[in-house]
């Protein structure tokens, strides 16, 4: 799905979260031979995240690299949830925040402080009034536009107000949305439970795959969407292609 994707979109950069693939095991020959450059950290069974572009990556890394043990946490290691890559000039930051599992888990205090790591790292390593992108599957709707039952799902975790709280903080480090700067309106949704029948046509979604950019790469922004289609396909992921183009020529 995903190489007949690239054929059809041709975009210069696309991150991918959750490849559930160990490292020595990722797909990289059917890539190349299609033009495309892959960067990937991954594990088995679960996380795992990729940045494939025409261009080859720079200044590769992964995790958080801040000296902060992982072995206690209720989970993975970081490096296969962040990837960072530097493409065309511009740092491309490539997350698959953990679920949390349940707002009553040490799961759920994990994401929440792993969104504190997130924005130290942007703090460390990046400037708000640089050229950035970061992207990728959030695990939190924003705001109650974000959702297709705002009341019915509040306090879920991944529309948690402190999970929502946590998220706000790392974009007040200086990002914007570049998704809600061409489509505002209500019932864009990138995420449609495979569980819930026909949650496409009912729009019964969430918005929690994301495209944000500090404001020097936003105001170069000229259009966003969701590809529905994809979602509608057959055997889909539950997950879809959310889109920007910028003036830049840069895709994601």
Request: proline residues 8%.
């Amino acid at each position: 799905m995903i190489l007949d994707w690239l054929r059809r979109e041709t975009p210069d950069v696309l991150c991918v979260q959750e490849t559930k693939v160990q490292d020595p095991d990722f797909p990289v020959t059917p890539f190349a031979e299609a033009g495309w450059h892959v960067v990937f950290r991954g594990q088995k069974a679960h996380a795992g995240v990729a940045i494939i572009s025409r261009e080859e990556p720079a200044e590769v890394a992964s995790g958080f690299d801040d000296g902060t043990s992982t072995s206690s946490a209720p989970g993975e290691p970081d490096h296969p949830r962040l990837l960072r890559a530097v493409i065309r000039g511009v740092p491309v930051v490539n997350t698959y925040v953990p679920q949390g599992r349940s707002p009553d888990s040490e799961h759920f205090q994990y994401k929440l402080a792993w969104f504190g790591r997130l924005r130290k790292l942007f703090e460390r390593e990046y400037a708000p009034d640089r050229p950035l992108i970061w992207v990728g599957d959030f695990n939190v709707a924003p705001d109650p536009i974000d959702v297709y039952d705002p009341v019915k799902l509040d306090g879920q975790v991944d529309y948690h107000p402190e999970a929502r709280a946590a998220l706000a903080g790392v974009k007040a480090w200086g990002f914007v949305d570049v998704f809600r700067i061409h489509r505002p309106e209500p019932e864009q949704y990138s995420y449609y439970d495979y569980r819930i029948p026909n949650a496409v046509q009912r729009k019964m979604g969430w918005r929690i795959d994301h495209i944000w950019a500090t404001a020097a790469l936003a105001e170069r922004s000229t259009a966003a969407w969701i590809d529905l289609d994809t979602r509608l396909a057959e055997k889909p992921s539950d997950h879809t292609f959310v889109v920007a183009e910028f003036k830049m020529a840069v895709r994601l």
